[in-house]
């Protein structure tokens, strides 16, 4: 069964029309979601770009236009060895002519996965340390930083990053009663939550972290003046045990959805999401006729991480 309008029958001549077709929010059609009485839309960030994918691009907008205000010729920026934030830096430094640097957690390996090999051919220069040195950021940084270098925090988290998140709610077609997608630092749910306020939007933010044991998040943003009443909840029971972690039931589930739509999906962030909005659904977290849309934040090359079923770093 497929769960979306099939729209592949009316494709538009130009490519950019089509483009504007897939991105624009689809109404994904399960029964249970009717049963529900709820509907849920998808947002397709994952097709802005295919390495500096959905969530990625909009914290590195301002933080890139940081860079060329300083003029500054070189990044440096940390990530575990799938990490997206990585993979859009390296990308995003070659198409501006940049050097870029990442600090690598975790010892070279034998071979370099899909997203480091990627890396590596957009010219970044890989620096592997220890998950101990890793954690010593200040003395990485104070080592490997020079005046012409911009440093930019591990997931791209900054101020920066959450005004260019903010801007995603006045891309909204419809009005939505909730929000959910997965976070890791939650930056991207709170930059969102930051443009519903401002917005005076009816609508609220349900974060679904993937790390275990992350209850400190939504404490990080206190900074913020607005913080207290951002409209942003965080779920904390969807991790599968942790960050890039599985479970049988999360993989059926993933692969039973990418049949289903021929959307893609990835376990480290996008399907946990997806798989705690159908569980909140089915538990009658949402109230009746609420208007839910899902972000798909992109990230798929993390799927082929699972392609042997190996566990990953
Ligand atoms: C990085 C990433 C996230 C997490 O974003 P945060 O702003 O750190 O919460 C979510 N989904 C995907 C696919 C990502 O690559």
Redesign the pocket.
């Known amino acids: 069964m497929n769960l979306l309008t099939c729209r592949v029958l009316i494709l538009p001549k130009k490519a950019s029309d089509l483009f504007k077709l897939f991105t624009e929010e689809q109404e994904i059609h399960d029964p249970l979601f009717k049963a529900a009485n709820v509907s849920v839309y998808i947002k397709r960030d994952d097709l802005i770009h295919p390495f500096i994918?959905?969530?990625?691009w909009r914290?590195l907008k301002y933080i890139l236009a940081s860079v060329l205000m300083q003029r500054k010729t070189g990044i440096l920026t940390f990530g575990g060895a799938y990490s997206?934030?990585l993979l859009a830096t390296a990308c995003l430094a070659a198409m501006n002519n940049l050097k870029s640097t990442g600090i690598v957690r975790g010892e070279k390996p034998a071979e370099l996965n899909e997203t480091l090999f990627l890396c590596q051919s957009f010219g970044m220069k890989l620096i592997f340390v220890s998950r101990e040195t890793y954690q010593d950021k200040e003395s990485l940084i104070s080592k490997l930083l020079d005046a012409n270098t911009y440093y930019i925090p591990e997931?791209?988290?900054s101020v920066e990053?959450l005004l260019g998140?903010a801007e995603m709610v006045d891309e909204f077609k419809r009005s939505y009663s909730h929000i959910v997608?997965?976070?890791?630092?939650?930056?991207?749910?709170t930059g969102i939550a930051m443009g519903i306020y401002r917005k005076g939007l009816n609508t609220r933010v349900e974060s679904i972290v993937?790390l275990r044991g992350a209850e400190y998040l939504g404490q990080e943003f206190n900074y913020l003046p607005e913080h207290g009443s951002l409209p942003i909840n965080f779920h904390h029971n969807y991790h599968c045990g942790g960050y890039a972690k599985v479970n049988p039931e999360l993989l059926t589930f993933m692969f039973g959805f990418i049949a289903a739509t021929g959307i893609l999906l990835?376990p480290?962030?996008?399907a946990k999401a997806y798989l705690a909005l159908t569980n909140l659904i089915k538990e009658s977290y949402f109230p009746q006729k609420s208007s839910i849309l899902f972000i798909h934040?992109?990230?798929l090359l993390?799927i082929l991480g699972f392609k042997n079923q190996e566990t990953i770093l």
């Open positions: 994918s959905g969530n990625k914290k997206n934030h997931g791209g988290s990053a998140c997608l997965a976070s890791g630092t939650a930056t991207t749910a993937v990835e480290v962030y996008t934040t992109g990230g993390g």
